[in-house]
């Protein structure tokens, strides 16, 4: 299940808050981490200053990848829809094709990303999607139309990626690994809420975790009710972290 050969990642939007939890998790687990951030949110990652390297540039900038994943074992990469300039495809495929061939791709995204036909949406939560992108684009300030481009072009790569989507986010202490589903509408997601540090924890396991390789895992907290309630569903004798393959209702 394990590579366990990563030694030295990079963490593509690092100083978001996604990004600090994934650079500190990286970190602990004693990883050389390399961060890329805007120019002026460099100053967010003070408090790694001396322990990370920080290459500062627009995620969506090829020559910033370039540098920046150079010797990477692996790249954690938060996608964001921010923008109407192609933000989250360009970073996206900047990753594809600079990282190194044999580095472990993990990149962030949210239920609203579908993988295989097979996700099942309530209608209020497509509804919430439909008008926060119309909304988005009309402000031209989100377009989230190219986050769903990205991940058509990351799921498209023959590259070891994961793509973990995130269910709603809250802070809080950390409740340790998320448990996750191949389906939006499976019963072990309905609680549909995760800690961002365990969402930033997950990403982070995913480095060596060769069963999430080609897989687009939905995550929700471990003890959230319907993880405690439904975590030992499907077929798998890991269910805890792994997915709940029955079909049932859609998340409300
Ligand atoms: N928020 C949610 O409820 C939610 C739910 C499910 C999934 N997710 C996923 O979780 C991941 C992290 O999202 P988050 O909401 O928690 O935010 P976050 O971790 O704070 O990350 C936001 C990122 O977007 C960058 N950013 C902000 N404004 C930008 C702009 N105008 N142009 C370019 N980059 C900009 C930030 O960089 P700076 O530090 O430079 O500002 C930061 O790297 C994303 O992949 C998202 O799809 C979020």
């Given at each position: 299940?394990?590579t366990d050969?990563?030694r030295?990642?990079c963490?593509?939007?690092?100083s ?19 961060g ?6 460099v100053?967010?990652l003070?408090?790694f ?8 540039g627009?995620?969506?900038d090829?020559d ?5 994943v150079?010797?990477?074992?692996g790249?954690l990469?938060?996608?964001?829809p921010?923008g ?22 993990v ?12 996700d099942r949406?309530?209608w209020?939560f ?6 926060a992108?119309r ?5 031209r ?6 986050q ?12 070891r990626?994961?793509?973990?989507r ?11 690994l998320p448990?996750?589903?191949?389906h ?6 309905a ?7 365990d ?13 999430l ?17 439904h ?6 004798p ?11 209702d859609?998340?409300?």
């Open positions: 299940m394990s050969r990563t030295k990642v963490i593509v939007g690092a978001g808050k996604l990004g600090r939890y994934m650079v500190r998790h990286a970190l602990d687990r004693g990883y050389d981490v390399v890329v951030c805007r120019e002026r949110s100053p967010k003070a408090p200053a001396d322990r990370i390297t920080i290459v500062p627009p995620t969506n090829r910033v990848i370039r540098t920046a150079a010797g990477c074992d790249v990469t938060v996608l964001v921010w109407v300039r192609q933000y989250s495809s360009g970073t996206a495929q900047a990753v594809l094709d600079h990282a190194d061939p044999s580095a472990r791709l990149f962030s995204c949210g239920w609203h990303i579908a993988r295989d036909g097979a949406y309530s209020r497509k509804a919430a999607v439909r008008i992108a909304l988005g684009r009309l402000v300030a989100v377009e989230v139309d190219d769903v481009e990205a991940c058509r072009r990351i799921f498209a790569s023959d590259r990626w994961t793509v973990v995130g269910s709603d986010l809250e802070e809080g202490p950390s409740q340790g448990v996750w589903s191949r939006i509408g499976d019963p072990v997601l609680s549909n809420l995760t800690r961002r540090v969402f930033a924890l997950f990403m982070v396991e995913a480095l060596t975790d060769d069963t390789v080609h897989e687009a895992p939905a995550i929700v907290g471990r003890l959230t009710p319907s993880a405690q309630t975590a030992g569903d499907g077929p798998s890991e269910a805890a972290g792994n997915p709940a393959t029955s079909a049932g859609p998340p409300e």
